[in-house]
């Protein structure tokens, strides 16, 4: 689902981390297939969707959900889950990986999960790692402007824009305010309910 090679090198990865974290809540087992296991067919068969997939993240990121779906489909058949959870943070593939779920018959349950926050209400993320404590600080400002429902999509990216952020999209669909955008080379997304 990585359409940037340069977003896939520089994502963090740390399995060792990953089976540290997993160890206190008694873990059975943990897949880690390669891609080479995976991917065997060389990605000659692909899971596409043709409405919500062409907007917001796959106007910008072409050929990212097309590769999100492919895998989850994947590991569904492997695993067999009767339920799986997404994030809300990432809300339009939390959207179509629910279509997906139900156009395919999958016999499970997607289940959303509320995005978790920091203090300051930059939501919790991989790529935020990535982030040095001055990018960190100045990251926040993309979640309280989002946040600001005194301010319409407009101002927002207009204010994004002045504080040197380059914004891809600040809208409002699904019931949600969406955002997206850039603070150096790190590419932030982040969304909340319209209430």
């Known amino acids: 689902q990585f359409n940037n090679a340069s977003d896939l090198k520089h994502y963090p990865r740390d399995l060792t981390k990953d089976i540290a974290t997993l160890a206190p809540y008694k873990v059975d087992y943990l897949f880690c ?24 993240e796959g106007e910008y990121r072409p050929g990212h959900f097309t590769g999100m779906l492919t895998i989850v489909l994947k590991l569904f058949n492997l695993i067999q889950p009767t339920r ?19 156009a395919l018959f999958l016999p499970l349950q997607i289940i959303a999960v509320p995005t978790m ?53 600040i809208t409002e669909k699904w019931q949600r305010r969406l955002g997206a955008v850039w603070l150096d080379d790190i590419r932030l997304i982040d969304n909340i309910a319209i209430n």
């Not at 297939?33 to 919500?52: K, L």
């Not at 799986?84 to 139900?102: P, T, W």
């Open 33 to 56: 297939p390669d891609a080479a296991d995976i991917y065997a067919d060389n990605y000659q068969v692909q899971i596409s969707e043709t409405e919500i997939s062409q907007v917001l």
């Open 84 to 102: 799986a959870y997404f994030g809300e943070k990432d809300f339009q593939q939390l959207l179509l990986v629910k279509k997906m779920a139900q």
């Open 117 to 169: 926050r920091a203090d300051d209400q930059l939501p919790l993320s991989s790529r935020n790692a990535r982030l040095n404590p001055e990018q960190r600080q100045k990251a926040a400002i993309f979640s309280a402007f989002l946040h600001d429902f005194s301010l319409d999509c407009a101002t927002i990216a207009a204010q994004l824009a002045a504080q040197g952020f380059r914004v891809d999209y």
